[in-house]
Antibody, heavy 122, light 109 residues
């Protein structure tokens, strides 16, 4: 059973870069069974997909965030990371990392981290 | 970009009643449609995948159906633990872009 845990600063200044790491246990990041994603949730609002990274290294991003988001993998540490540049108060929220599985005509995020609150404020 | 619209935004029902939640897509999404349950202070939990397949751990009172652009989640007889926010989620064919609906809050009447 996979377990995911987010870590990183809880407070980021406007215009700076938000950096978060997700540590995966119970499975290998190199596995072809899973892809790895980031999803966020502003306070009191709904979920927003940020992007995914596949075991091949391919990345896909939400078009609305593509120019600011970068997801990378460190297989030696079994971690994947998110960097979001030029943050504003609108980037405040709970950030979740998640494991994505896909098959023929189905796609699901079936393991999630507990989430970490990031506040953008000076 | 495919937009998912969930209705109603809030559904007020009593335990034992039947809940019907709707998710409508702006374009056809095939079967790449999933549902998640989120309780306060918790991460979302996968409930339904492939439009109609129930995830492990959820009882048979949860069911889902739909295809194309219109999808429905049904809870046949509400239990107290079912009151939560429910989100639908889709994946576009290519490139893979994912989106969530804005959620339906199922609250106790």
């Amino acid at each position: 059973q996979l377990q995911l845990q987010e870590s990183g600063p809880g407070l980021v200044k406007p215009s700076e870069t938000l950096s978060l790491t997700c540590t995966v246990s119970g499975g290998s990041l190199s596995s072809s069974n899973y892809y790895w994603g980031w999803i966020r949730q502003p306070p009191g609002k709904g979920l927003e997909w940020i992007g995914n990274i596949y075991y091949s290294g391919s990345t896909y991003y939400n078009p609305s965030l593509k120019s600011r988001a970068t997801i990378s993998v460190d297989t030696s540490k079994n971690q994947f990371s998110l960097k979001l540049s030029s943050v504003t108060a609108a980037d405040t929220g709970v950030y979740y990392c998640a494991a994505l599985r896909e098959g023929n005509n189905w796609s699901l995020f079936d393991y999630w981290g507990q989430g970490t609150l990031v506040t953008v404020s000076s | 970009e495919i937009v998912l619209t969930q209705s109603p935004a809030t559904l007020s029902l009593s335990p034992g009643e039947r809940a019907t939640l709707s998710c409508r897509a702006s374009q056809r999404v095939s079967s790449y449609l999933a549902w998640y349950q989120q309780k306060p202070g918790q991460a979302p939990r996968l409930l339904i995948y492939g439009a109609s397949n129930r995830a492990t751990g959820f009882p048979a009172r949860f069911s889902a159906s739909g295809s194309g652009t219109d999808f429905t989640l049904t809870i046949s007889s509400l239990e107290p633990e079912d009151f939560a926010v429910y989100y639908c989620q889709q994946r576009s064919n290519w490139p893979p872009v994912y989106s969530f609906g804005q959620g339906t809050k199922l609250e106790i009447k």
